[in-house]
T-cell receptor, first 115, second 115 residues
Framework: DTGVSQNPRHKITKRGQNVTFRCDPISEHNRLYWYRQTLGQGPEFLTYFQNEAQLEKSRLLSDRFSAERPKGSFSTLEIQRTEQGDSAMYLC?????????????FGPGTRLTVT | QKEVEQDPGPLSVPEGAIVSLNCTYSNSAFQYFMWYRQYSRKGPELLMYTYSSGNKEDGRFTAQVDKSSKYISLFIRDSQPSDSATYLCAMSFGRDGDSNYQLIWGAGTKLIIKP
């Protein structure tokens, strides 16, 4: 399968714990996006990488959230001191520079439940 | 008021019916208009995109954009039970936009096609 992959698919954690999610984009894609989606809502933009550079962060991304893409390939999203409000689906998408930005390909998401 | 408004549904129609899904938006600077389909517990997948105003057809799907009314539509002909999913509209400003790598999403309409 050459699509975007995300791991884990589900994560249940207790409030106050740290969690880390991984995204592997389509291999030749140099742009990578993180979104958060809650039930009954569309995805909300969190952050965006072009290669290893993090070019934009949403105001939604509090200081408890950090994302990295160390070698311009896979990316990790870490949430520190999780809160119940962090419960959501975290989606990763990738695209290729030179294409218009509608051509984002999404992974299956990581569903986070904070108890 | 949200930038992009979309009726969450659910919209239930019999198999074979023509389905009309719609979004309205407030920012006239949007240039690219996309429709994504999302099955339960999956990431969104791009169905169609349109640049500026006009129609675009792809098989059973037709996308329409009316920039003067700030209104976009997706029509599905000969609807099938496999079309049952949540349909999300998304928009962006395009290359010359202020944040052209961000998609602004509707909340999604849940569509149910009854056999």
């Amino acid at each position: 399968d050459t699509g975007v992959s995300q791991n884990p698919r589900h994560k249940i954690t207790k409030r106050g714990q740290n969690v880390t999610f991984r995204c592997d984009p389509i291999s030749e894609h140099n742009r990578l996006y993180w979104y958060r989606q809650t039930l009954g809502q569309g995805p909300e933009f969190l952050t965006y990488f072009q290669n290893e550079a993090q070019l934009e962060k949403s105001r939604l991304l509090s200081d408890r959230f950090s994302a990295e893409r160390p070698k311009g390939s896979f990316s990790t999203l870490e949430i520190q001191r999780t809160e119940q409000g962090d419960s959501a689906m975290y989606l990763c998408a990738s695209s290729l520079e030179g294409q218009e930005n509608y051509e984002q390909y999404f992974g299956p998401g990581t569903r986070l439940t904070v108890t | 008021q949200k930038e992009v408004e979309q009726d969450p549904g659910p919209l239930s129609v019999p198999e074979g019916a023509i389905v009309s899904l719609n979004c309205t938006y407030s920012n006239s600077a949007f240039q690219y208009f996309m429709w994504y389909r999302q099955y339960s517990r999956k990431g969104p997948e791009l169905l169609m995109y349109t640049y500026s105003s006009g129609n675009k057809e792809d098989g059973r799907f037709t996308a329409q954009v009316d920039k003067s009314s700030k209104y976009i539509s997706l029509f599905i002909r000969d609807s099938q039970p496999s079309d049952s999913a949540t349909y999300l509209c998304a928009m962006s400003f395009g290359r010359d936009g202020d944040s052209n790598y961000q998609l602004i999403w509707g909340a999604g309409t849940k569509l149910i096609i009854k056999p």
